[in-house]
T-cell receptor, first 111, second 115 residues
Framework: DAKTTQPTSMDCAEGRAANLPCNHS???????VYWYRQIHSQGPQYIIH???NNETNEMASLIITEDRKSSTLILPHATLRDTAVYYC????????????FGGGTRLMVKP | GAGVSQSPSNKVTEKGKDVELRCDPI?????LYWYRQSLGQGLEFLIY????????KSGLPSDRFSAERTGGSVSTLTIQRTQQEDSAVYLC?????????????FGPGTRLTVL
């Protein structure tokens, strides 16, 4: 699987958009970009995934650059409950793949 | 519907004792995963069950670790002769099937402390 690089931590003001970057310059053509988050003392939670087109769901938007070497997860109106560690993963869309999380970005939403 | 549940939520044991951790996946999910997460660390894959296929045990750190999945549903992770380095949060996840997106639903985890 391609390696990802994320900032260790970020702060965001409550109500503002949180933009979390991820570099995945070695991503291959069949690999998707997935985002999970883990709120303190809880299991990881799926957020969104995409291949090359930008994606949006009720939780977030995912912007993938045209060359697919980086992406940004956008939480449009961050709340205090969005404080968590956010993990960017690249995986092939393939049965049975287990998840491997690196360090992720610790997002702190402040009032 | 109900999510993935795990029990116990916390387990404190003495070094050398055996422990059993339980996972109840989402009903109908054919894939089940066990992971562990040490304090401040990322996720470490342990074992994967898919339907009736032989499990992928490639992540088990030693032969003290084993897991079963009975009837394609509930799974038990057993750690024999526990060591202090086994202390971690053990997470279970389930997924709907081989043709679904790779979205795994996680349980709340079992925090294991080996004294």
């Amino acid at each position: 699987d391609a390696k990802t690089t994320q900032p260790t931590s970020m702060d965001c003001a409550e109500g503002r958009a949180a933009n979390l970057p991820c570099n995945h310059s070695t991503i291959s053509g069949n690999e998707y970009v997935y985002w999970y988050r883990q709120i303190h003392s809880q299991g990881p939670q799926y957020i969104i995934h995409g291949l090359k087109n930008n994606e949006t769901n009720e939780m977030a938007s995912l912007i993938i650059t045209e060359d697919r070497k980086s992406s940004t997860l956008i939480l449009p109106h961050a709340t205090l409950r969005d404080t968590a560690v956010y993990y960017c993963i690249v995986r092939a869309y393939n049965a049975g793949n287990m998840l491997t999380f690196g360090g992720g970005t610790r997002l702190m939403v402040k009032p | 519907g109900a999510g993935v549940s795990q029990s116990p939520s916390n387990k404190v044991t003495e070094k050398g004792k055996d422990v059993e951790l339980r996972c109840d996946p989402i009903s109908g999910h054919t894939a089940l995963y066990w992971y562990r997460q040490s304090l401040g660390q990322g996720l470490e894959f342990l074992i994967y069950f898919q339907g009736n296929s032989a499990p992928d045990k490639s992540g088990l750190p030693s032969d003290r670790f084993s897991a079963e999945r009975t009837g394609g549903s509930v799974s038990t992770l057993t750690i024999q002769r526990t060591q202090q380095e086994d202390s971690a949060v053990y997470l279970c996840a389930s997924r709907a099937g081989v043709s679904s997106y790779n979205e795994q639903f996680f349980g709340p985890g079992t925090r294991l402390t080996v004294l």
